[in-house]
Every structure is written in C-alpha cells, then in structure tokens.
C-alpha cells in the first residue's frame, strides 16, 4: 500500500531554515507528482509546492515563492521542502501528498497523503 | 492566488441532502475539470472524496457526488449521516499550473 512518511519537522526561529523530508513506498516513486500541502493551526489546507516526476518543474504557491525550494530524489524515492526565510506565518502541520496521474501526466488531485510533519517558527 | 471561496459552515440533520458550494474564477474551475474534493475529520489526514469535479475513488460511498457550472463546484451529501461530520475542502488546478484550495467548509449533522 502507499505509503508517505514526513520527518524533519522542529521548532526554528524566524529567519532560521528547516529541510522537510518525504519517504515514499508502495508505489512506483518516479511515475508521479508530489507535493507540499501545509495546514495551520485551526485553519485550512494550504497548497504549498510541486515537483513533476522526473524533477525538472516546480511549481510554488506566491507566500513561498523565493524561500522554499522542492526537490525529489527519484533513486532514494523521497521528496524534499527545503525552508529558508522562515516566518511566524509558515507554521503548520506540513503535508506530503501524491499527485495522481502516471509518467509525464497528472490529473492535479491528491490520492494520497502522509501524516504530516509539524514545524513551529517562533523566537 | 487567492483561495476558492467555500461557505465556512453548514449543517443538516441525518437523511437530508446537504450541498457545498466552492467558487473560484475563469482561471481555474472555470477553465479546468480538475476539481477535487477532500473530507478531513479532526485531527486526521485529508481524504480524497471526489476527483475531476464528478468521479468517485473507490471505496467512497456514493452519497458523495460533484458537479460544476460555471466558475463554481458543488459537492452533494446525499442521506446525510453523523460520521459525515467532518471539514470539506475543495481544490483546483489554475492556468498558472499552480493549485489552490478552497477555505474548507465545516459540516455538523443535527
């Protein structure tokens, strides 16, 4: 079965940097999207970032733009959120999802997703 | 890349037929069927309820249904029932081939 597991989540001060990481298993990793979704505290689901299968696009929400960067490793089956720059306003409980679709194709809904990593900005 | 504008909350009482509304503009529902829907109990992982405005994954019920006119999504509950208590959330796919979701729509069975 599909399995997402996020790890890297921690408290960090604003300005500071955090690397999120995703491990992927029970799928075939390099046939598909990924994605970031981020939800705060009490509030609502966040589209954060994606990465197309093969690595070479990333697409970014405008409050991330500049400071996150996604990256994948498709031999390691594992996504990445690199952090910089980070504010009071990016703490959240930070989602891996997949992206269904196959190879270069995606049909944009999130058919799975991991159980989330906690990160808190705070001084 | 402001959000789809979702109603913050409604409510039905068991067996009735409930509808959620999700609007967005000619730069993403209106131009794209790839509309979804997610169900999110307290503290639980999103769950993909309706995908490309209208299909059903397996193993969801279908008292779930989507529909879409327009610049706006519909998600229907038919035969209401406690356990659907639970934050509905939409999502689209935009012309910037960016997503975004919606502000969720927090639903309680009477």
């Known amino acids: 079965q599909v399995q997402l597991v996020e790890s890297g989540g921690g408290l960090v001060k604003p300005g500071g940097s955090l690397r999120l990481s995703c491990a992927a298993s029970g799928f075939i990793f390099d046939d598909h999207f990924m994605s970031w979704v981020r939800q705060a505290p009490g509030k609502g689901l966040e589209w954060v970032s994606y990465?197309?299968?093969?690595?070479?696009?990333?697409y970014y929400a405008d409050s991330v733009k500049g400071r996150f960067l996604i990256s994948r490793d498709n031999a390691k089956n594992a996504l990445y959120l690199h952090m910089k720059n980070l504010r009071a306003e990016d703490s959240a409980v930070y989602f891996c999802?997949?992206?269904?679709?196959?190879?270069?194709?995606?049909?944009?809904?999130?058919?799975?997703w991991g159980q989330g990593a906690l990160v808190t900005v705070s001084s | 890349q402001s959000a789809l504008s979702q109603p913050a909350s409604v409510s039905g009482s068991p067996g009735q037929s409930i509808t959620f509304s999700c609007t967005g503009t000619?730069?993403?529902?209106?131009?794209?069927?790839?509309v979804s829907w997610y169900q999110q109990h307290p503290g639980k992982v999103p769950k993909l309820m309706i995908y490309d405005v209208n299909e059903r994954p397996s193993g969801v019920s279908n008292r779930f249904s989507g529909s879409k006119s327009g610049n706006t999504a519909s998600l229907t509950i038919s035969g209401l029932q406690a356990e659907d208590e639970a934050d509905y959330y939409c999502s689209a796919y935009t012309i910037t081939s960016t997503l975004i979701f919606g502000g969720g729509t927090r639903l309680t069975v009477l």
């Open positions: 999802a997949r992206l269904s679709g196959s190879g270069s194709f995606s049909y944009f809904h999130f058919d799975s």
């Open positions: 990465i197309v299968s093969g690595g070479s696009d990333m």
């Open positions: 000619s730069s993403d529902i209106g131009t794209y069927n790839y």
